[in-house]
């Protein structure tokens, strides 16, 4: 149970860190139609980020697994 909670307070930390980079990116890229556009690319390049690390955290994980049962 313990895990469960941590799992749960690392999601809501990531998902305030997106909130952040969401309205960062949103100023920064207000040139693109507004505000909002901006916000929506911001927190698209955060996904990408948060996707590409979560899939290399499983990876390395199967992969270690795999080694283990086979040594």
Sequence with gaps: MK?????ILLGIAVAIGGMFVSAIAGSFFNGLGGYGFGCILGICMYLCIVVVTCTGIVVTKLNKDTRSKEE
Aim: without cysteine; aromatic residues 40%.
């Design 3 to 7: 895990n469960i909670w941590q799992y």
